[in-house]
């Protein structure tokens, strides 16, 4: 069980051209921020209901920093009231505007894993991560990045690949190892004019030109796949590669969009509504309330969809290591039979990335440091351009 939470809701102090999370602000009733009654009914409940010992918090928004020091500091009260013997770990993904030295701290003191979003150097990042009246976020985040560093904050980077950044990921690569970053997340961007919630079928919609074009995005990742493997492996971690290495030594993906099933990555809003998903954060999909029991608690609908494959997809190649992708991006089931729109990238990432793969799995059966691969990596480059 894992919850992404979101104490400030929709708020925040950007306004992202294509933030997916603001349009909630048209679809709640509730405006109000998390308050101390269902935080401390969350904790409790979630804290129990974890049957490992190590317990996780995602803290997302929205912005979460605008909910304050105060109120992680309650967090931490609360957490420590409830834990037992179990281990509390606590992530916060931020857009990077509040922090200051307060904020670090506070952060290296309870010692906080931080996401922090930047989508590459100054021209690409402030494409679309812009504030209300329209200005450039960029130097923000950058300072944000600097005070993590200098008080020893561990970070991680996310960056959404847009129709306008994509045109650069070798660019958008170096950077992100320019200003410290060692973990490094992509998220392919598909956003239409039409709520996700609809499944659409055979409703008209427009894709928005925001998004990144499927098969630019298989290339993207494909270039710096290459990149990274020939230089970086084992120094550089960035999730999706990662999560094809350890699907295919026999451990199963550790990133929730290949995964045989969605389950377990549930949202919890401002005012303790449970949802199945941070992307279908809709009426159709909420679960239950922090007030209601939520030890049993499953994803009945996504878990549906996840399992509802095209015949296309159950006879490709590559349907052990990607199992359709995510629902959210099976835009069209009426024409495109339940097909992922990123299915062609996927496949172009997929025909570049499993030769290294398949190397790596022979390399670790016989007991050789999976770092060899990058020895070979001009070798394997070299077959498949052949």
Request: with cysteine; charged share 25%.
């Amino acid at each position: 069980m894992h919850f992404t939470i979101k104490p400030t809701s929709f708020q925040c102090n950007i306004k992202c051209d294509y933030c997916f999370y603001l349009e909630k602000e048209h679809i709640f009733q509730h405006k109000n921020w998390m308050n101390n009654e269902v935080l401390e009914k969350f904790i409790k409940k979630y804290i129990d209901a974890c049957n490992t010992k190590s317990v996780y918090f995602t803290w997302q928004g929205g912005e979460p920093t605008m909910a304050g020091i105060s109120f992680y500091k309650k967090v931490i009260e609360l957490q420590n009231k409830y834990k037992g013997s179990k281990q509390i770990f606590n992530a916060l993904q931020t857009n990077g505007l509040l922090i200051n030295d307060d904020w670090c701290q506070f952060l290296k003191k309870n010692n906080f894993l931080i996401g922090i979003s930047i989508d590459g150097p100054e021209d690409l990042h402030n494409k679309y991560r812009k504030t209300g009246s329209g200005k450039g976020t960029f130097k923000k985040v950058l300072n944000a990045i600097e005070l993590f560093k200098q008080y020893n904050i561990e970070f991680n980077t996310l960056t959404v690949i847009n129709n306008y950044n994509v045109n650069h990921p070798i660019v958008v690569y170096e950077f992100l190892k320019e200003i410290g970053s060692k973990h490094i997340q992509f998220i392919e961007l598909l956003e239409t004019d039409v709520p996700n919630e609809k499944f659409i079928g055979d409703i008209k919609f427009d894709i928005i030109n925001f998004s990144v074009p499927s098969e630019s995005y298989g290339i993207f990742m494909s270039e710096i796949f290459k990149r990274w493997i020939k230089y970086d492996f084992g120094d550089i971690f960035i999730r999706q590669f990662e999560s094809f290495i350890s699907c295919f030594l026999g451990n199963g993906h550790s990133s929730c969009i290949f995964q045989p099933v969605c389950h377990d990555n549930f949202v919890i809003e401002s005012n303790g509504d449970i949802y199945e998903c941070d992307h279908f954060v809709y009426p159709d999909f909420k679960i239950t309330n922090i007030d209601e029991d939520i030890e049993n608690i499953s994803t009945p609908k996504l878990s549906f969809e996840k399992a509802n494959l095209s015949k296309e997809c159950l006879e490709c190649d590559y349907k052990s290591i990607c199992n359709g992708g995510c629902p959210k991006h099976r835009i069209n089931k009426a024409t495109n039979a339940n097909i992922s729109y990123f299915c062609h990238g996927y496949k172009k990432m997929f025909s570049t990335i499993v030769p290294y793969l398949n190397a790596m799995t022979s390399l670790a059966k016989n007991n050789i440091p999976l770092n060899e691969i990058s020895k070979i990596a001009d070798q394997i480059e070299a077959i498949n351009k052949a």
